[in-house]
């Protein structure tokens, strides 16, 4: 009798048994079983000599859906680590990595894996094309050249493209073709030109290179404009001539476009794989697969990309990575960035982490030799912006705008420059309330505000997605007589409409770029300088270079230092410092201005100076004397139900079994969240920390059963290994 392990995505933390006589089931294929009424996709895990299970209990599997493994041991071994550090089901954490069309049965028929052209499209001439007509004259071009071209690599390059590739199907041009094989060792073109480097760019680029074919996390540290990008290029390059394959994280979905755009223009006979949750599924599959089979060079991707199978690892990348989109907030709560810096170590590669603003913890890491810390503290072609406090207790301001700041984009709009004015918060206003009786628009399934967006004449929830009508008057009252309080983005532009009249305002945030393709329109209006004045949120912050942007107005920026989170500042500082960063790209000097009550803060004054170091410096002083990470450990047990009591008691009874097992840990006392509501359950948790962070996992393996043992239908709960937010 043969038997296999698999792996199934259920909220259990065992492995399930089946038998299987089908001699082509490999440890890291798919395989289809029977799991109670149903049928679940699983992965082989192993292949046991025997099992815990009755023979006569044994289930036989249904099928074995691929003849060679879709995940190598070393990507098990990746799975299994992440797994048990951040104690989640190894099922859970397994099948969560594979695209969600090879998680199921196929219910439609699948697009073709490639493409070629037909007789009629072969005899075809380029010049029968209309010359407006420039992706379809593209795609001939290439496929003319290339005789097959996948369908992952069609549709990665965007809207035109895939609207080409439907007109020559239409026309009879084009027929599905078998993908092309490509032998991930194949020697890969020399890259396109690049501008010249400077004498800190060339240092980075040689120290990286160096430690190619073996493990090192490295730093790269390097102010806005510094040009991080360009050393990731070149990396890029000498890792690809080595024949091996990178992968580069980046935080946001926005920034893969552009980052993408560089790829492809640097590396133009590469193929290049995209993953980010803004695909398709078919599309996620393919470019999956691409990476998994080799024969993509470059992954390209978001924060489930970590996960990504690699026959040929040589270069992994994260930029941004003090980024919080990097650490997963729901289920399988682990963090991309710490993940690449073990799978680096697994596969012997280096491991770049790139960041103006690091994370403590990264920073700490370096300066104490356990990275290898890289500097580009010189921007490129251009100054550091002058940054400086517009002082509120001195200054008036008309609709939150001082002054000063108004003189400011005055004078860019005078002289055909673009303004930027950040706003963290989109929406109209933060709350509607009513000055009769002091009601104001709380969210029922929250705590929180309803935002008031103006336009769509709706009242949101930005934390649940609850939506109602604006009321025509005061619920608890009667009065008409409602008044927005706050700002949001649309409040801000429409404050800006009516001091600048003539001025061509954009804004910019989730609302407005919530449409495919919206934001890559957006840019180009920016690029093709249609666009005076720009109101955004975090969304503008990152990676992005507009020239011609010289202004940069930061509004309500002080909100962040009330916060009760420990990390507020460091997070205000990076925040600031990206937001700064897109001012004076170009040859002109960048302003910025940053509206505060809080002229003096010790923050504002590191930022005027520009000078991280003695900031995070000063902040790991705070948190080493405090007992605060990164020089603790910590593990955030959280707990939710209908009422704060239930989850309270849940976390009660949790924290007699942890104090039960004498751990050489620190367990604190059960509280409400900061957030106690949300989507209509109550939340609370329960920390508990270590200097040793061996010790701290050696507990949390031993308190697991016991809060398996515990849990009720009444509270869920969920562990929260390293948390980022409170």
């Excluded at 691409?290 to 690892?313: D, E, Q």
């Amino acid at each position: 009798m043969s038997l296999i392990r698999v792996a199934l995505d259920v909220p259990l933390t065992r492995l399930f048994d089946y038998r299987c006589d089908d001699r082509s089931a490999t440890v890291g294929a798919r395989v289809l079983v029977p799991f109670g009424r149903q049928k679940l996709i699983g992965i082989i895990v192993a292949k046991p000599a025997a099992s815990e299970v009755p023979e006569a209990k044994l289930k036989r599997a249904s099928a074995v859906l691929d003849t060679a493994p879709l995940l190598s041991s070393a990507d098990l071994r990746l799975l299994e680590f992440a797994a048990d550090y951040y104690v989640h089901p190894l099922g859970a954490v397994i099948m969560a990595t594979v695209p969600a069309a090879l998680r199921r049965v196929r219910r439609r028929e699948e697009p073709p894996a490639a493409y070629t052209l037909t007789a009629a499209g072969t005899a075809l001439d380029v010049s029968v094309l209309p010359p407006r007509a420039r992706a379809q004259r593209d795609l001939l071009v290439l496929l003319q050249h290339r005789l097959v071209i996948e369908h992952a690599e069609i549709y990665a390059r965007g809207t035109a493209a895939r609207k080409a590739l439907q007109a020559f199907i239409a026309h009879g041009w084009v027929q599905s073709a078998a993908p092309p094989q490509h032998d991930v060792l194949t020697p890969v073109p020399t890259p396109a030109a690049s501008p010249p480097l400077t004498a800190e760019q060339t240092a980075a680029i040689g120290e990286i290179t160096a430690t190619l074919g073996s493990y090192q996390a490295l730093l790269l540290w390097g102010i806005t404009g510094s040009g991080k990008t360009e050393v990731y290029l070149h990396a890029i390059a000498a890792a690809l001539a080595r024949s091996t394959q990178v992968l580069l994280l980046v935080p946001e979905i926005a920034l893969t476009p552009q980052l993408q755009a560089l790829v492809i223009a640097r590396f133009p006979g590469v193929r290049i794989a995209i993953l980010h949750s803004g695909l398709a599924e078919g599309e996620r599959a393919a470019h999956w697969q691409a990476a998994r089979t080799g024969r993509a060079r470059i992954i390209l991707g978001t924060r489930l990309s970590v996960f990504t199978p690699l026959p040929a690892p040589g270069l992994i990348i994260v930029d941004e990575e003090h980024d919080m989109s990097f650490k997963q907030g729901e289920g399988f709560r682990y963090s991309a960035r710490d993940l690449a810096v073990v799978r680096a170590r697994y596969a012997g590669v280096p491991v770049v982490l790139g960041s103006a603003t690091p994370a403590l913890e990264t920073y700490r890491n370096a300066v104490d030799g356990r990275y290898r810390l890289l500097t580009l503290p010189n921007r490129i072609h251009a100054r550091p912006p002058v940054i400086s406090c517009i002082d509120l207790r001195h200054e008036q301001t008309t609709d939150g705008l001082s002054a000063r700041l108004l003189a400011a984009i005055g004078a860019r709009i005078a002289r055909n420059e673009q303004s930027m004015v950040f706003i963290n918060r989109r929406g109209y206003a933060p709350v509607l309330m009513c000055g009769s009786c002091g009601w104001t628009s709380d969210c029922k399934r929250c705590s929180a505000r309803l935002v008031l967006h103006l336009r769509d004449r709706r009242l949101r929830c930005h934390h649940c997605g609850h939506d109602s009508a604006v009321p025509a008057a005061c619920p608890d009252c009667g009065d008409i007589d409602l008044a927005p309080i706050g700002q949001g983005t649309q409040r801000v532009e429409a404050a800006l409409v009516r001091q600048f009249p003539q001025a061509r305002i954009l804004r910019i945030d989730r609302d407005t770029t919530r449409r495919k393709d919206a934001w890559q329109n957006m840019r180009s209006r920016i690029q093709d300088r249609t666009v005076d004045i720009l109101v955004g949120t975090q969304i503008l912050a990152k990676g992005h270079d507009f020239p011609h942007l010289n202004l940069v107005g930061v509004i309500n920026a002080d909100s962040m230092l009330y916060s009760n989170d420990l990390r507020a500042p460091e997070r205000l500082y990076a925040l600031l410092t990206q937001v700064a960063g897109r001012a004076g790209r170009g040859t002109d000097q960048g302003e910025v201005l940053i509206q505060t009550q809080f002229a003096n803060h010790p923050l504002y004054a590191a930022l005027r100076d520009q000078d991280f170091d003695a900031f995070a410096r000063s902040l790991l002083a705070e948190r080493r004397q405090a007992g605060f990470p990164p020089y603790v450990h910590q593990a955030l047990l959280r707990a939710e139900a209908r009422d704060v009591d239930t989850a309270l008691q849940f976390l009660a009874q949790a924290a007699r079994s942890a104090r039960r097992l004498q751990p050489a840990v620190t367990v604190y006392d059960p509280v409400p969240a900061n957030m106690m509501r949300k989507a209509g359950r109550e939340r609370a948790h329960l920390l508990v920390q270590s200097p040793v962070r061996a010790e701290l996992r050696a507990f949390l393996n031993a308190w697991r059963p016991h809060l398996e043992k515990a849990a009720s239908t009444a509270a869920r709960w969920s562990l929260d290994v390293d948390p980022a937010e409170f």
